[in-house]
């Protein structure tokens, strides 16, 4: 316990539960005790079964396929807790879903983003914490404080210690000009220059290449992206910057693996030599793919929520 008084505890839905058990393990915690089941009509059962009053509780559900019913799963532990008179309400939201619906881009669309971070807010929830928000702007989506983990970070450790840092044969590359900040950032901590996909979206899950910003002839390259789905813009990317652009090889990263569709034939028939993906969204894939390499995110996830338990600043995991 710290100086507050109040005991750390952790629970966790269905969405992901090998990852909220790693995160335990990293705490030295036994998971909290409850199920989350379905009443045959297919409504939300939660069930607590050791009390949170005063506690500090901390909720890990990711809002991945199938989607819906996570959500509702997370609102209602949310909501079971609050009404449990816990302490302070943390939810851990490793893949933060309807994150892509953050604008009005054509007229009459909604803004889901903002209706899911109400919902989130009126359910009881104190915190959020997440990893790669689509559009950073959603934090201010929230009426509560919202923590962006940086998936980033971990492969950045990883790159730099496979390529090494300042590898002049090895580039950065962002799929899009959307995702620019977050591949410069990218680079500077490998020490590398960057280059941008320059793209057009018709309409949902389909894209066309224009042209690629920079010179990535005959370099490694490296695509940082945020999320895959059908995995059409980042498979369309790689071919672009090798058929386009004279690239060596592709090698591509990217924070949650949605996979949905046909991602996994796409990948399998891509350029890309290996694709890294973290474990905020579980893999389930219909056809095994020997090229996707995931990459834990417990240490960074447990690391938060321990800072957040202790009252310590975040902004300092990613200093170095």
Do not use: W
Not at 50 to 75: A, H, K, W, Y
Not at 159 to 183: I, L, Q
Not at 207 to 215: H, Q
Not at 271 to 280: F, W
Request: aromatic share 8%; with cysteine.
């Amino acid at each position: 316990m710290i100086s507050h008084g109040k005991e750390l505890k952790v629970f966790c839905g269905n969405s992901n539960p090998e990852l909220a058990e790693d995160i335990c393990a990293q705490l030295f915690l036994q998971m909290g005790k409850a199920t989350v089941t379905q009443f045959a009509d297919g409504e939300c059962s939660i069930s607590v079964y050791e009390p949170v009053r005063g506690n500090d509780v901390f909720i890990i559900q990711s809002t991945c396929n199938r989607v819906n019913d996570n959500l509702m799963e997370l609102l209602i532990m949310i909501d079971a807790m609050r009404r449990a008179s816990a302490g302070r309400i943390t939810a851990v939201i490793p893949y933060f879903g309807y994150a892509r619906q953050d604008r009005k881009a054509k007229s009459r669309d909604p803004i889901s983003a903002k209706l899911v971070a109400n919902l989130i807010t009126a359910a009881g929830a104190d915190r959020v914490l997440t990893m790669d928000l689509h559009a950073a702007q959603i934090q201010g989506f929230f009426d509560i404080p919202v923590d962006n983990l940086q998936g980033a970070y971990i492969f950045s450790k990883y790159y730099a210690k496979f390529f090494g840092k300042g590898n002049e044969n090895v580039m950065v590359v962002s799929p899009d000009v959307g995702s620019t900040a977050r591949a410069r950032a990218f680079a500077m901590k490998l020490g590398v220059n960057l280059a941008i996909v320059d793209k057009r979206r018709e309409r949902a899950n389909q894209s066309e290449v224009k042209n690629i910003i920079g010179n990535v002839e005959g370099k490694t390259c490296i695509l940082l992206d945020d999320i895959v789905d059908t995995a059409g813009s980042l498979c369309g990317a790689a071919n672009a910057i090798v058929e386009i652009g004279g690239a060596k090889e592709v090698y591509a990263c990217a924070t949650h693996g949605v996979l949905s569709g046909p991602a996994i034939e796409r990948i399998n028939e891509s350029c890309i030599k290996e694709l890294r993906l973290l474990d905020t969204i579980p893999y389930k894939p219909a056809e095994p793919c020997d090229k996707i390499k995931y990459m834990s995110t417990a240490p960074i996830f447990a690391e938060a929520i321990r800072r957040v338990y202790e009252e310590v600043s975040l902004g300092s995991m990613f200093d170095n």
